[in-house]
């Protein structure tokens, strides 16, 4: 069974960091894209940063770049999203998410998602 | 970036009755469209792939239609476990992509 379990959200004032986990199973975590999407709340979906199989290509959407690094450890099957400089409007459940195919990008599996508050 | 316009926003029906959602593209986008569902406080669930193929396990009273620009989510007969807010995501412009805005559908 494919499991995705993120970890790491919590509350953290503006300008701070926060360090988010994906722990895989169930599935050859090497052979899959990887996916952050976040949901701020009572809003839609927004899709956040991808990363390829061997972690050597990155994608972000441009309202996270050069603040947010996606990378992942396929020796533990595991996904990370370091948060710089946050700002209120990062506020949001984010959920790890894997990408089915590189051109069928689309979610199949989510994990139950982790909220990261931004707030003094 | 391709821009997505998902209608209406809420929409509120009965048990039994047909609806339908909307998602338009502002470019085309071949079929590379999803459908997924999310209940208050759960992650989203597939649905529906490459703007009409049913992902195992979706009842057959979800299906979608549609290509290049214009796509529809239909939802035949409607369960009570059906009330919750629907998404669409395009995925033409892989590795990068977008959701609509959401759509609520919400027990008369």
């Known amino acids: 069974e494919v499991q995705l379990v993120e970890s790491g959200g919590g509350l953290v004032q503006p300008g701070g960091s926060l360090r988010l986990s994906c722990a895989a199973s169930?599935?050859?975590?090497?052979?899959?894209?990887m996916s952050w999407v976040r949901q701020a709340p009572g809003k839609g979906l927004e899709w956040v940063a991808n990363?390829?199989?061997?972690?050597?290509?990155?994608y972000y959407v441009d309202s996270v770049k050069g603040r947010f690094t996606i990378s992942r450890d396929n020796a533990k099957n595991s996904l990370y999203l370091q948060m710089n400089s946050l700002r209120a409007e990062d506020t949001a459940v984010y959920y790890c998410?894997?990408?089915?195919?590189?051109?069928?990008?689309?979610?199949?599996?989510w994990g139950q998602g982790t909220l990261v508050t931004v707030s003094s | 970036a391709i821009r997505i316009t998902q209608s209406p926003s809420s929409l509120s029906a009965s048990t039994g009755d047909r609806v339908t959602i909307t998602c338009r593209a502002s470019?085309?986008?071949?079929?590379?469209l999803a459908w997924y569902q999310q209940k208050p406080g759960k992650a989203p669930k597939l649905l529906i792939y490459?703007?009409?193929t049913l992902q195992s396990g979706v009842p057959s009273r979800f299906s979608g239609s549609g290509s290049g620009t214009d796509f529809t989510l239909t939802i035949s007969c409607l369960q009570s476990e059906d009330f919750a807010t629907y998404y669409c995501?395009?995925?033409?412009?892989?590795?990068?992509?977008?959701f609509g805005q959401g759509t609520k559908l919400e027990i008369k």
């Open positions: 998410a894997r990408v089915l195919s590189y051109s069928s990008s689309y979610f199949d599996y």
């Open positions: 169930g599935f050859t975590f090497s052979s899959y894209w």
């Open positions: 990363i390829k199989q061997d972690g050597s290509e990155k």
């Open positions: 470019q085309g986008i071949s079929s590379y």
């Open positions: 490459a703007a009409s």
């Open positions: 995501q395009q995925y033409y412009s892989y590795p990068r992509y977008t």
